[in-house]
């Protein structure tokens, strides 16, 4: 069974930093893309980063320059190191198993998320 | 950045009616588009991908078509398990985007 459990979610003041970790296991992780999705409380879906296979890297201009996406294939955990946060970056963030077939690309997997919350 | 719109931002149905979601992109996604449900709670479930293709295990009655900018995520008879958080998503260019969702509601 394919699971993704999402942690490091806590309060932070305007300006600190933060790294979420995601567990996965179920499935051959190294062989997936790996993206994280944010949800302020009551708004809509944004996608934060992805990380490839390979290792390449994507990120929105929201966040470009303050959150780096990483994965550690030995360990079957990703991460994002958020750095410079801001009061606008609170919301749940999920990860997501990024997956290709003939008919298209799917987040087809996610964990259940995890909260940051930042205030001072 | 390519923006997604949804419409309408709410839609009130009753069980059993047909409920028609909309889904407009800024410029053409070809097919690269798919639709998540999401209930209270819960993160994001997977309904259609390639904008018209059923994600295992959806039922029957959800349906996707359209290409380029226009989209519809089509449930032909509402259930009561469908009265969540609709959203689409392009996967044709970086950043990725979504859009804001629809609710469906019951009437």
């Known amino acids: 069974e394919v699971q993704l459990v999402e942690s490091g979610g806590v309060l932070v003041q305007p300006g600190g930093s933060l790294r979420l970790s995601c567990a996965a296991s179920?499935?051959?992780?190294?062989?997936?893309?790996m993206h994280w999705v944010r949800q302020a409380t009551g708004k809509g879906l944004e996608w934060v980063s992805a990380?490839?296979?390979?290792?390449?890297?994507y990120y929105p201009g929201s966040v470009k320059g303050r959150f780096t996406i990483s994965r550690e294939n030995a360990k079957n955990s990703l991460y994002l190191q958020m750095n410079s946060l801001r009061a606008g970056d609170t919301a749940v963030y999920y990860c997501a198993r990024g997956s290709y077939d003939s008919s298209g690309y799917t987040f087809d997997y996610w964990g259940q998320g995890t909260l940051v919350t930042v205030s001072s | 950045e390519l923006v997604m719109t949804q419409s309408p931002a709410t839609l009130s149905v009753s069980p059993g009616e047909r409920a028609t979601l909309s889904c407009r992109a800024s410029?053409?996604?070809?097919?690269?588009l798919a639709w998540y449900q999401q209930k209270p709670g819960q993160a994001p479930r997977l309904l259609i991908y390639g904008a018209s293709t059923r994600a295992t295990g959806i039922p029957a009655r959800f349906s996707g078509s359209g290409s380029g900018t226009e989209f519809t995520l089509t449930i032909s008879s509402v259930q009561s398990e469908d009265f969540a958080d609709y959203y689409c998503q392009q996967y044709n260019n970086w950043p990725l985007t979504f859009g804001q969702g629809t609710r469906l509601e019951i009437k």
């Open positions: 179920g499935f051959t992780f190294s062989s997936y893309d």
């Open positions: 990380i490839s296979t390979a290792g390449d890297t």
């Open positions: 410029q053409s996604v070809s097919s690269n």
